[in-house]
């Protein structure tokens, strides 16, 4: 089981560099009369960076102590982004500004930035793996995240890239359904035996994620070769892998901690 220390490291690494990048993506979408916006997203890259460089600095032997207040001034820069893309999308619903950042990618960007801070939070009063009713939360969470990015490679993709884009489709429906089974799962839970129903969900998942990791793969490979047309730039086809691959480590976790808890 990871320490309060080593686990706030690593939801502290990874979640800095997809902030970061959202910030460099919301950047590019903007046009050049939005000068205050793109700054604005420059200062988070700039944030971002600053804790990506003072977390370099700590180990798994670090005071906990330490890593308690650093919890704390990342959650702030966290719930700053996250405000920051609340402004932004409600800007385009309201057609104050023209952007290339669709509203969905907008609050996609947004969601996560919620869920890092809710994490950092939740590390800080002592929680480290989610009890059995949170898992179920914790992959409602991430299967519409693994839905939408299914969906954003299919509108970014050329459509004369018509295979790929029918893929994309296919596990847009896919991500989809496999969402609305885990609400109605969270909906349904009993009060007791949960644990075969979560071990059967979550291995339903993971085949599902796999495939879907090795599509980005394929496609982060292929973007980087200039083998496929498409409006995805090779920081983007990547950043989208990374997230399947941490939702299946998340997977690979809760398994390991429901087969502790057997018997």
């Given at each position: 089981?990871?320490?309060?220390?080593?686990?706030?490291?690593?939801?502290?690494?990874?979640?800095?560099?997809?902030?970061?990048?959202?910030?460099?993506?919301?950047?590019?979408?903007?046009?050049?009369?939005d000068t205050e916006l793109i700054t604005e997203a420059k200062q988070f890259i700039a944030v971002f960076e600053r804790i990506e460089e003072q977390i370099s600095?700590?180990?798994?032997?670090?005071?906990?102590?330490?890593?308690?207040?650093?919890?704390?001034?990342?959650?702030?820069?966290?719930?700053?982004?996250?405000?920051?893309?609340?402004?932004?999308?409600?800007?385009?619903?309201?057609?104050?500004?023209?952007?290339?950042?669709?509203?969905?990618?907008?609050?996609?960007?947004?969601r996560e930035a919620y869920y890092f801070a809710k994490r950092l939070k939740e590390l800080n009063e002592g929680i480290l793996i989610p009890l059995p009713e949170?898992?179920?939360?914790?992959?409602?969470?991430?299967?519409?995240?693994?839905?939408?990015?299914?969906?954003?490679?299919?509108?970014?993709?050329?459509?004369?890239?018509?295979?790929?884009?029918?893929?994309?489709?296919?596990?847009?429906?896919?991500?989809?359904?496999?969402?609305?089974?885990?609400?109605?799962?969270?909906?349904?839970?009993?009060?007791?035996?949960?644990?075969?129903?979560?071990?059967?969900?979550?291995?339903?998942?993971?085949?599902?994620?796999?495939?879907?990791?090795?599509?980005?793969?394929?496609?982060?490979?292929?973007?980087?070769?200039?083998?496929?047309?498409?409006?995805?730039?090779?920081?983007?086809?990547?950043?989208?892998?990374?997230?399947?691959?941490?939702?299946?480590?998340?997977?690979?976790?809760?398994?390991?901690?429901?087969?502790?808890?057997?018997?």
């Open positions: 089981m990871p320490t309060f220390v080593t686990q706030s490291l690593e939801e502290i690494q990874f979640w800095s560099r997809i902030m970061k990048e959202h910030a460099f993506f919301l950047s590019l979408g903007f046009t050049a009369n600095h700590y180990n798994e032997k670090t005071d906990p102590e330490i890593i308690r207040k650093l919890n704390i001034q990342v959650y702030q820069a966290a719930a700053s982004i996250w405000a920051y893309k609340r402004k932004v999308l409600g800007l385009i619903l309201c057609c104050k500004i023209t952007s290339n950042n669709i509203p969905l990618l907008v609050d996609h960007t947004s949170a898992i179920i939360k914790e992959n409602v969470f991430f299967l519409k995240i693994m839905a939408d990015h299914s969906k954003f490679i299919g509108h970014l993709l050329d459509p004369s890239e018509r295979k790929l884009v029918d893929q994309a489709r296919e596990f847009s429906n896919d991500f989809d359904q496999l969402l609305f089974q885990a609400q109605d799962l969270d909906s349904m839970r009993p009060q007791s035996e949960t644990k075969p129903l979560l071990e059967q969900f979550l291995d339903q998942n993971r085949v599902s994620v796999v495939s879907l990791r090795d599509f980005k793969k394929t496609a982060r490979d292929l973007i980087e070769a200039c083998k496929i047309k498409s409006n995805i730039p090779a920081l983007l086809a990547d950043h989208v892998y990374r997230e399947a691959d941490h939702f299946l480590h998340i997977i690979d976790a809760f398994d390991a901690h429901l087969t502790s808890q057997k018997g």
